[in-house]
């Protein structure tokens, strides 16, 4: 099933002098049980088609369809039964423990004090082992480090219970083990939990191992594929390709083949003189 | 058996796991220290009045001496009761506008409302002509209205400004940003107005800014009470959407939120609980910006569902100290309120934030 879909979607600003477009035309499908990857370079649009995927900013043209249904419609309730965000950085929440904050996923489904019912208990519950943080539940999130909350802020999403997760630059601000164990949970999360996941992200290395596909962002469009189609076309090297380098094909770890890296530097100190 | 440790996990009856590490129980130690406060702030006072006569005037009865029945049903209780409702509405809105613009120095005043009641009293005070300095000179009773109606129009006039204003801007920083120069803009005009005024009316205008709870009487204070309970229901209305924004406004708005019904309903609690309290009492400061950071050193939560019965109950015992206090009991001197809130009140905060830090390092 399609948690999301567009139809000739034009992102970008509404200005008085004219709008400013970043993409034009954008048909794109997302099925729950896969986890996408949106790549490209700074500036290129990603973060607004995000935001407007979200809900977050209005499109200039066209549809966002949420679960089959034109997301221009829904109330802020409905869209957030439908889809749920995790941002590049976790916020600053003192006083609260660990459960607390993941309970705040369970807005869009609890009274309106947010009193927790067993069944919200137990989604909590589920979501903080699903991340791997139970024993977190209990702590300050001001005493955890920036990889552990923002663990949490992905449990937080998990109870929110929508068959769309979007994140954006989720790995930002953590270290590389951190990085590599946050894209094999949200892809073991699309496969256990049946979710939907688009994740914008520069971790290209990573993207490439885990995406099932890819939504690459360049001035010209986006371009969808799944890895190692997108490796052999040569469209990775459209999007990111810098002079004198290029991208493996085997599928290895190491896809960035840097040929100004084994040039003697001499030859730059002659061009001094 | 029933501990105590247990009541208010019997208020809280849905007490779960996202409590853990809160001290909840704080709240019924808040609720018996503000019973006691009550009772000193009726039994205290320049005229010593035996405590069962009190009592008893309290249940309806009469006092030894009409004197006494008159000072305790005429002074003493509107004073309380002033005094508590100025606390929880200082506190409630000093915990919303910390929240809603995720900054710890915000306080109830950052709207401008009460800049703009000081301008109202300004201009009646300071600026009328000779009618003005007939109505202070001579009348003090009819003066004391008339300093009430001028900030009461004037707070209304701001805060009517702040919800328009509040209603198109989607920006909480935009908004502060705009309280805090309208709040200059307010303070210049003032300025401009003491430059020019007599003497003997500048005195009257700063005796206003000291702020005090014994202004109100018996008759004023249904007005005060029914503005500052219909506060405190909106902002009771609003527990749940403040725990979203405390993650971020994003994340409040992906998780549901009705962004601008939230704003709309927070700017309303806060304008109507300050400029009923500034109209009454005087601009009070520092009880709306500490009391927030005391519940939240002493209860040990951000969680608003703790935070708001406290700020309440920590609100009105603040109010209350600080009113007695100020009378210095035994003596007939009565100090400026303004002065004993922040004397006494801001060391205490120091300590509660400085623990605070201590204990996240």
């Not at chain 1, 590049?88 to 009274?111: C, E, F, I, K």
Request: glycine share 10%.
């Amino acid at each position: 099933m399609k948690a999301l879909e567009t139809r000739a979607l034009t992102i970008g600003y509404r200005r008085r002098r004219g709008d400013i477009v970043l993409a034009r035309d954008l048909n794109l499908a997302l099925q729950r049980g896969s986890l996408v990857g949106i790549l490209g370079a700074n500036g290129v649009g990603k973060s607004t088609l995000l935001r407007t995927l979200a809900c977050m900013q209005a499109p200039l043209a066209g549809h966002v369809l949420l679960a089959g249904e034109e997301a221009a419609h829904l109330l802020p309730l409905e869209v957030a039964r439908r889809l749920c965000i995790v941002l590049t950085a976790a916020p600053q929440v003192s006083l609260l423990n660990g459960y607390a904050l993941v309970a705040l996923g369970r807005y869009p489904h609890s009274d309106w004090l947010g009193r927790l019912s067993k069944s919200d208990h137990a989604q909590v519950a589920w979501a903080l082992q699903a991340v791997g943080a139970t024993d977190l539940a209990e702590q300050r999130v001001a005493r955890l480090s920036d990889g552990q909350r923002q663990k949490l802020m992905i449990a937080r999403a998990l109870t929110q219970d929508c068959p769309l997760m979007l994140l954006d630059e989720p790995t930002a601000f953590l270290d590389y083990p951190r990085r590599l164990e946050t894209l094999r949970l949200l892809r073991r999360l699309t496969r256990q939990a049946d979710r939907a996941i688009l994740v914008c992200t520069h971790e290209l290395d990573l993207a490439l191992r885990y995406c099932d596909e890819l939504w690459l962002m360049s001035k010209s469009g986006v371009t969808v594929g799944s890895p190692a189609t997108i490796l052999r076309d040569g469209s990775l090297h459209a999007t990111f390709g810098i002079d004198g380098s290029s991208f493996g094909v085997n599928g290895g770890s190491r896809f960035f083949d840097d040929a100004q890296l084994s040039q003697p530097l001499e030859c730059q100190e002659d061009n001094l003189v | 058996m029933l501990r105590l440790a247990h009541l208010p996990s019997a208020f809280y009856a849905w007490r779960g796991r996202e409590y853990a590490g809160a001290r909840s129980w704080l709240l019924v130690a808040l609720a018996l220290l503000l019973c006691l406060l009550m009772m000193l702030s009726l039994a205290l006072g320049s005229a010593s009045i035996p405590l069962e006569q009190i009592i008893a005037t309290l249940l309806g009865g009469e006092a030894e001496s009409a004197a006494w029945t008159n000072i305790v049903l005429k002074f003493r209780l509107p004073k309380t009761v002033t005094a508590m409702l100025a606390g929880m509405a200082l506190g409630v809105s000093g915990l919303l506008m910390q929240t809603y613009f995720r900054n710890p120095l915000a306080e109830p005043f950052v709207l401008g409302v009460s800049s703009g009641a000081s301008l109202g009293v300004a201009l009646v005070v300071l600026g009328a002509g000779a009618a003005g300095g007939l109505l202070l000179g001579g009348l003090n009773l009819a003066g004391d209205l008339l300093l009430t109606a001028a900030a009461g129009l004037g707070a209304a006039l701001t805060m009517t400004l702040v919800l328009l204003v509040a209603a198109r801007i989607p920006n909480g920083v935009t908004l502060l940003i705009l309280g805090l120069m309208f709040g200059y803009l307010v303070s210049a005009l003032v300025s401009l107005l003491l430059y020019f005024a007599l003497p003997e009316r500048i005195q009257a205008y700063i005796n206003w800014t000291f702020g005090s709870f014994s202004g109100v009487t018996s008759a004023q204070l249904p007005v005060l009470a029914l503005i500052v309970v219909a506060g405190l229901l909106l902002a009771a209305a609003q527990v749940k959407a403040l725990n979203a924004l405390l993650l971020s406004e994003d994340y409040a708005r992906s998780l549901g939120v009705p962004m601008r019904k939230t704003r709309l309903g927070i700017v309303l609690a806060t304008a109507l609980l300050v400029s009923a309290v500034t109209a009454f009492c005087g601009p009070i400061a520092f009880i709306g910006i500490a009391v927030p950071h005391m519940c939240r050193g002493l209860l040990g939560s951000s969680d608003h569902r703790l935070l708001l019965p406290g700020t309440i109950l920590a609100g009105a015992c603040v109010a209350l100290a600080a009113g007695l206090i100020a009378e210095l009991p035994g003596s007939h001197i009565v100090l400026p309120l303004n002065v004993v809130t922040a004397l006494l009140g801001a060391p205490v905060v120091m300590l509660v934030v400085l623990r605070q830090a201590r204990g996240l390092s």
